[in-house]
């Protein structure tokens, strides 16, 4: 089992910047794919941007492309989405997500992740 905490969530201006962070339990955590997604009211929850086991390769939807990063530490167990110049569209509660079944990719599907986070609150206003 593998439990995943996000902290970092808050509420910010339009422009402004926030990093999120998941904490994660377990002697695996560096061998799976880690994904953050969104879920605004009323809407699916979306793949925002993940992250291979190694690190090596990051995949980020075109909404945030540019403007947010997504980073790891293995040694700590963490994973964190860096994010900038943030718009009152990113306003979403977000979640932290691992995969446990071996990929070379971290897919974009939420049906593909296995850990859920409780998920953390991002409110940008205008």
């Known amino acids: 089992q593998v439990q995943l905490v996000e902290s970092g969530g808050g509420l910010v201006q339009a422009g402004g910047s926030l990093r999120l962070s998941c904490a994660a339990s377990?002697?695996?955590?560096?061998?799976?794919?880690m994904g953050w997604f969104r879920q605004a009211p009323g809407k699916e929850r979306e793949f925002v941007a993940g992250i291979t086991w190694s690190g090596q390769n990051k995949y980020y939807a075109d909404s945030v492309k540019g403007r947010f990063t997504i980073s790891r530490d293995n040694a700590k167990n963490t994973v964190s989405l860096q994010m900038n110049s943030l718009k009152p569209e990113d306003t979403a509660v977000y979640y932290c997500a691992a995969r446990s079944q071996y990929t070379n990719n971290a897919p974009r599907l939420t049906g593909a992740y296995d850990y859920w986070g409780q998920g953390t609150q991002v409110t940008v206003s205008s």
């Open positions: 377990g002697r695996t955590f560096s061998s799976y794919a």
